[in-house]
């Protein structure tokens, strides 16, 4: 569903579920305020909230301060293994993992 301009919504983004190196503070949180408008200006171009979504998942997955793609911790490999998966509002989902 294509929201219009009398719908109001919200993007909420969170950089990961870990202890933060303080000295990483303002770049994660930087990192999240980008990802926020870039799910937001999504949704104002006339995407669907599945759009908004990607996008700010795009943004915080391109971010190597993040538990996210680019930044995510490493296997015993030294590699990223990464999964990820997707769901919009009629339960159709889609997700990859260990890639």
Not at 2 to 25: E, Q, T
Not at 68 to 88: P, V
Request: proline fraction near 1%; hydrophobic fraction near 45%.
């Amino acid at each position: 569903k294509r929201f219009n301009s009398r719908m109001s919504y919200r993007v909420i983004v969170h950089g990961g579920a870990w202890s933060i190196d303080p000295d990483l503070h303002a770049r994660n949180t930087a990192a999240c305020e980008a990802a926020a408008r870039a799910g937001a200006a999504a949704v104002a171009a006339g995407g669907t909230a599945l759009d908004g979504v990607e996008a700010a998942i795009r943004s915080l997955e391109d971010d190597d301060s993040l538990d996210a793609g680019r930044g995510s911790w490493l296997n015993d490999q030294g590699e990223a293994e990464l999964d990820a998966m997707i769901m919009d509002g009629t339960l159709r989902a889609g997700g990859v993992a260990a890639v």
